[in-house]
């Protein structure tokens, strides 16, 4: 439609549009990403706003939903934080310290059941993992029955293992 105008310089007294004229293209996701992550020392608002931004330009950055999950977390928004958690496993469930995160998220708000399930699936996706065998065995301490407390014992065995290993 835009090209009609072209065609018709003057009409009624008002000129047409001309030419068209190149659009600047925005910036990407991964640099949005790349600002997040210099800014995180520095200035924790901007590196969200970065995160957001590049989340905003490819929603499938889970590396960028995993970081701001994180800054949320620590800014005392576990729930905020948890749905980035779940969306950066939703983009990349392979990865096992989302899984983590995710674990975290929810054994803060008190979801030890869910917890438990949740530090298990990121030690199967990576059992080098030494802070969710930690963290596991801490829940399965606290659950009190006997096989519980042997699984327990068996991660805070990896932990120490993984631990002495680093």
Known sequence: MGDILRFFP????VRGLGARKPCR????AA???ERGLALEGSDPAGAMFAYTRA????PRVADAHCNLGRLLHE????????AHY??????NAGVGLYWFNLGVAVQDQG???EAIAIYREALARDPELADAHFNLAGLLE???DVASTREAFRHLQAYRALRRAS
């Not at 989340?55 to 490819?58: E, V, Y």
């Not at 800014?75 to 948890?82: D, K, M, N």
């Open 10 to 13: 003057e009409v009624d007294g």
């Open 25 to 28: 293209r925005g910036i990407g």
């Open 31 to 33: 640099r949005w990403y």
């Open 55 to 58: 989340l905003a330009a490819d």
């Open 75 to 82: 800014g005392g928004q576990p729930v905020l934080a948890e």
């Open 86 to 91: 779940r969306l950066a496993v939703c983009c």
């Open 111 to 113: 979801r030890r059941a």
């Open 142 to 144: 606290r659950a009190g």
